[in-house]
């Protein structure tokens, strides 16, 4: 199997990102981290490919993937004949949001001492 073209638009620290990250590294695939937090040029070419502004958003070859977790992309990969299944672990959740997307706090009750 030959390296495809890969290039993928993500945030520097994010859950998301870094599930599509660990899928890459799995499978040793090199990519084009493209950061779309600190670099606009980035973001709105992102938005301008896949007519939608949310990421991670990974081009391989000709395809685009918009919105993607890590398990989505592996399961492309796989599906597309670039790259066998294996059962190897990654060093991070490939399928978990952003740690400031998750559940919100819960609600803690205040009690004030009287005067």
């Avoid at 030959?2 to 599930?19: D, E, H, L, R």
């Avoid at 989505?72 to 399928?95: C, F, H, K, R």
Wanted: net charge negative; aromatic share 8%; proline share 5%.
């Amino acid at each position: 199997m030959s390296q495809p073209t890969i290039i993928a638009y993500m945030k520097p620290v994010c859950g998301w990102s870094n599930g599509v990250r660990a899928i890459f590294a799995k499978y040793g695939l090199e990519y084009d981290d493209r950061d779309i937090i600190n670099n606009a040029d980035n973001y709105r070419e992102m938005v301008q490919k896949t007519r939608q502004p949310y990421q991670p958003c990974v081009q391989i070859n000709d395809v685009m993937l918009a919105d993607v977790s890590g398990d989505e992309v592996e399961a492309y990969l796989v599906d597309a004949g670039i790259v066998s299944a294996n059962e190897a672990a990654t060093d991070v959740p490939t399928d978990q949001a952003c740690e400031d997307h998750g559940p919100a706090a819960a609600a803690v009750s205040i009690g004030f001492a009287g005067r």
